[in-house]
């Protein structure tokens, strides 16, 4: 039997109007990284300006001790929402599925409506981050239908914690 990895987990908010206290879709992260044994290494919330969110995902991008980091926020189409124009530039590889698979579990409930979600995956420097809508239940449904799978070492046939040693390869 396999021995599960924990990992360290940092989560970004990017909201112009969120604090950590009314933070639910941040809140509600914490408690499901929590609930599957990994740790929250740091958390922050920033305005939804691009050149904000860069310099915190970078920071986190360059600390050897975080292994993920999960935003949410930004990933609409209104004119302030711009977490991936912030994010992607950062990624070494794009891992394209996650947001194919998220809108298409996104739309059993939310319909063509799910067109509107810029939800994106990707790696930069050995650490993988994964972009999610500011809704507290887009946030749940990336991580009980996706997330949490890709980050247990235990998962078969394969996930994403067995990859990260060659990941520098």
Not at 1 to 18: G, P, V, Y
Not at 94 to 108: D, N, T
Request: charged content about 25%.
């Amino acid at each position: 039997m396999d021995k599960k990895i924990n990992l360290n987990i940092a989560i970004l908010t990017i909201s112009d109007s969120r604090t950590m206290d009314d933070d639910k879709s941040g809140n509600l992260l914490c408690d499901l990284v929590n609930g599957s044994n990994h740790h929250i290494y740091e958390r922050n919330i920033v305005k939804d300006d691009i050149y904000e969110i860069r310099k915190v995902i970078s920071s986190w991008i360059y600390n050897s001790d975080i292994n993920v980091i999960i935003s949410t926020g930004g990933t609409g189409v209104t004119g302030r929402d711009g977490t991936p124009e912030a994010v992607e530039v950062l990624f070494d590889k794009k891992i394209e599925g996650f947001g194919e698979i998220f809108r298409y579990l996104s739309f059993k409930k939310i319909k063509t409506s799910t067109i509107q979600s810029r939800a994106v995956a990707g790696v930069a420097n050995s650490t993988y981050i994964f972009c999610l809508p500011g809704s507290p239940s887009a946030c749940k449904d990336a991580w009980v239908d996706i997330i949490q799978y890709q980050l247990d070492s235990t998962n078969k046939p394969c996930n994403l914690v067995e990859l990260m040693p060659r990941l520098k390869d």
